[in-house]
């Protein structure tokens, strides 16, 4: 594996071995992108923007092809590709590297911040990136950087009027310990369903609910298989820009700082974009005429408490970020 220390040097743009010494870029190079969502998803665009600027910086000799819609397999396999360089670039779900990096699960943890214009600001602060530090020694990846979702609602097919509606509830979730373990201290029985099929677990009575960003739900439309929206402004889904170590020793310095930079900047964009929609998306939804709920705040701190006690000792980053996620508002 390939040390941490090599790796964040590489990251500040600093020049390493190469895979051909004396060779700094080859006339033309097409990286490769993977990502899980499909065409048309804001994180797909962010990658295509980063592959837009790199063939302008670079006149063409240095492109990105980018591989939708799991087309290189799930996220678990396209880890696996960063590791041996058989893939250049990902935009992994924190789900996927929290399972290998406990430090990284802990921004999925409840009520870390409760709203996406939080997640946004929380993704920028110095701890977020901090928190990807681990990732060369862990992985073999660098973290470039953070993208974020919209923060997770609720979709209910039964009437609920808080929380404490989630008790007995079969609630399809992602299937990331994170999540498992806030519904399971809400009493709901967390039921994993492909994506593809989650509309229709809810329509024919296969799951009681469901939970997922904003974006994905209207798209989905989950309000026409649901009596309850419900605004639990809890948790969120960011996703981690990752470039494979192995991949990225073998670009010159050059490279590597035009890469950075492009990704930097198409997640800013990303992220920026999902602030201004969000509300958009809450206007949508709250003229379908479903009903919304939104539970108080204060219901929130003995699920803090109990979960904590779970996840502090296996992510000790967590008390801090929950220090910084508390002054995002």
Request: net charge neutral; glycine share 8%.
């Amino acid at each position: 594996m390939i040390s941490r220390r090599t790796l964040l040097a590489a990251a500040a743009g600093a020049t390493l071995p190469l895979a051909a010494p004396g060779v700094l870029r080859a006339q033309t190079r097409d990286l490769r992108l993977g990502v899980i969502t499909p065409p048309g998803h804001p994180w797909n665009n962010a990658a295509l923007k980063v592959a837009e600027v790199l063939k302008e910086k670079t006149g063409g000799k240095l492109t990105m092809t980018v591989f939708h819609a799991g087309q290189l397999g799930n996220e678990g396999a396209m880890m696996q590709q960063l590791q041996t360089g058989a893939l250049d670039m990902a935009f992994l779900q924190a789900a996927e590297v929290g399972n290998r990096v406990p430090n990284v699960a802990a921004i999925l943890a409840p009520y870390v911040i409760r709203s996406t214009e939080a997640a946004a600001k929380l993704v920028r602060q110095p701890i977020a990136m901090q928190m990807l530090e681990p990732l060369p020694k862990e992985t073999g990846t660098l973290g470039l950087g953070w993208g974020i979702t919209s923060i997770r609602v609720v979709f209910s097919a039964k009437e609920i009027d808080g929380i404490a509606g989630l008790n007995g509830m079969k609630l399809r979730i992602n299937t990331t310990p994170a999540f498992r373990d806030f519904y399971s201290l809400l009493g709901a029985a967390p039921t994993p369903i492909p994506t593809p099929q989650v509309y229709d677990a809810m329509a024919n009575g296969q799951v009681d609910g469901l939970e997922a960003d904003l974006d994905f739900s209207w798209n989905q439309r989950f309000d026409k298989v649901s009596k309850v929206l419900m605004r639990m402004d809890a948790v969120f889904m960011p996703f981690i820009a990752l470039a494979s170590g192995k991949a990225w020793q073998t670009l010159s310095a050059e490279d590597r700082a035009l890469i950075s930079a492009a990704t930097k900047e198409a997640l800013a964009v990303q992220v920026d974009e999902t602030v201004t929609n969000a509300p958009k998306l809450i206007k949508e939804f709250e003229g379908t005429g479903i009903k919304i709920v939104v539970p108080p705040a204060a219901d929130a701190a003995p699920i803090i408490a109990e979960y904590d006690k779970i996840w502090a000792p296996k992510a000790p980053i967590l008390p801090e970020l929950r220090k910084v996620g508390a002054t995002l508002g």
